[in-house]
């Protein structure tokens, strides 16, 4: 499997250093992917390195007095060094190598990570908001509760990395970015790689994602926690906020699309379609091979009824008869059906080849506390209306 990329990283991987001064006989021969040589003295012992890109073990208090010397890391090579709370935010670790390192409750906000290597590092409690991680290799590592709020992970390798109740809000694993593979003038894909990673308790809150980890397992139960957060949130505003009718309604109808277009196949193709003698709140495309399977083919007329009493007979009685031939309808409220609402829908269910349903407040909760799934409850619905 290959990485997802940064598409400027990805076209500028040889850059142009020959201007910035190769190094003298005797000095470090480190070669950047970004920025300048070393013309630090090479180690005779280290292959031609200095000792900062040598294997040689550095304590703590180096590393920290390099960062503060040049606020910059790339290419250094660490071991088992211990930088627990310290605060390297904004440094440039371009290239940079960790192996076996703690960066618990350090702040390395802001800091850029790209072409890195970290494997078998622990980042509990870090602060890594912001961090620019592109094609980082960030492998066998933990990160406990740490924030990586807008983080830039595109074409990371995060393979049996766990992420267990960090946040995530509005991190970036993107979209494919095409780019030429090497000797072909062919567009090549590369993907963010999560083989064996574990992102349990995520806040994955507004997370940048590229159409194929839809569905990744590991993304499933994160993307279902942010999703059941805002059906939560919508609920209570249709519920509590609304001050006026309009609001009531947009409220109300805002919650019936979310929860609708959650199950799959289904489209929100229009709200609040006027027509010449009616109004129609939901319009919905559906494509759904569970609802088709169910018997629940052809398109969907949403109705919803934000009000503080029972749905009469006479509003039921009004949807109906702007519903389509062979379509589906669904009343929406946050109250309750009266029992000659009910009574209408199962009379006029199958008229016109069309099939009519009902969400009422235990519905919506139901679906909004994650006890039951949008389509579970839109196929069930189905058959309350022929047992009434």
């Known amino acids: 499997m290959l990485l997802f990329a940064d598409i400027g990283i990805a076209q500028n991987m040889t850059v142009n250093i020959m201007n910035q001064g190769l190094p003298e006989p005797g000095e470090c021969n480190y070669y950047p992917r970004f920025g300048n040589y070393c013309h630090r003295p090479a180690l005779s012992d280290q292959k031609g390195l200095c000792f900062w890109h040598s294997m040689l073990p550095k304590t703590q208090d180096e590393v920290v ?55 078998g590092c622990n980042f509990i409690h870090a602060n890594l908001q912001g961090v620019r991680a592109v094609l980082a290799n960030m492998v066998n590592c933990i990160f406990y509760e740490a924030d990586l709020s807008q983080t830039n992970l595109r074409g ?18 993107g979209n494919p970015a095409m780019i030429l593979a090497p000797g072909t003038g062919n567009p090549d894909q590369v993907f963010t790689l999560i083989e064996g990673a574990s992102f349990d308790g995520a806040d994955f809150t507004d997370i940048v994602l590229g159409p194929m980890y839809e569905n990744a397992p ?40 979310l929860l609708l277009s959650n199950i799959a196949g289904l489209t929100i193709k229009a709200r609040d379609k006027r027509r010449e003698t009616d109004e129609i ?73 069309n099939r009519l349903l009902y969400w009422e407040l235990p519905a919506l909760e139901a679906m909004a506390n994650g006890d039951m799934s949008p389509e579970d409850q839109f196929v069930e619905s189905h058959y309350d209306v022929h047992s009434l």
């Open 65 to 119: 007095a390099e960062f503060r010397r040049s606020n910059s890391l790339e290419g250094v090579v660490i071991q088992q060094v211990d930088l627990s709370k310290v605060d390297l935010q904004g440094a440039n670790m371009r290239g940079f190598t960790a192996i076996q390192c703690k960066f618990d409750h350090a702040d390395l906000s802001r800091s850029v990570f790209s072409m890195a290597t970290f494997n």
């Open 156 to 173: 990371a390798n995060l393979t049996n990395s766990g992420f267990h109740d960090a946040n995530m809000q509005g991190a970036m694993l």
């Open 218 to 257: 590991q993304f499933r139960e994160p993307l279902r926690q942010v999703w059941l957060k805002q059906a939560r949130i919508q609920l209570e505003l249709a519920l509590h906020r609304p001050q006026t009718n309009n609001q009531k309604k947009k409220t109300l109808t805002d919650l019936a699309a």
């Open 281 to 353: 709140d939901l319009l919905i495309e559906n494509r759904s091979t569970a609802l088709s399977t169910a018997g629940l083919a052809g398109p969907i007329y949403g109705e919803c009824k934000n009000i503080s009493t029972a749905v009469s007979a006479s509003a039921t009685r009004d949807f109906v008869s702007k519903i389509g031939k062979g379509c589906i309808g669904i009343m929406i409220t946050t109250n309750r059906l009266s029992k000659d609402a009910k009574k209408e829908l199962k009379k006029r269910n199958g008229e016109n080849g």
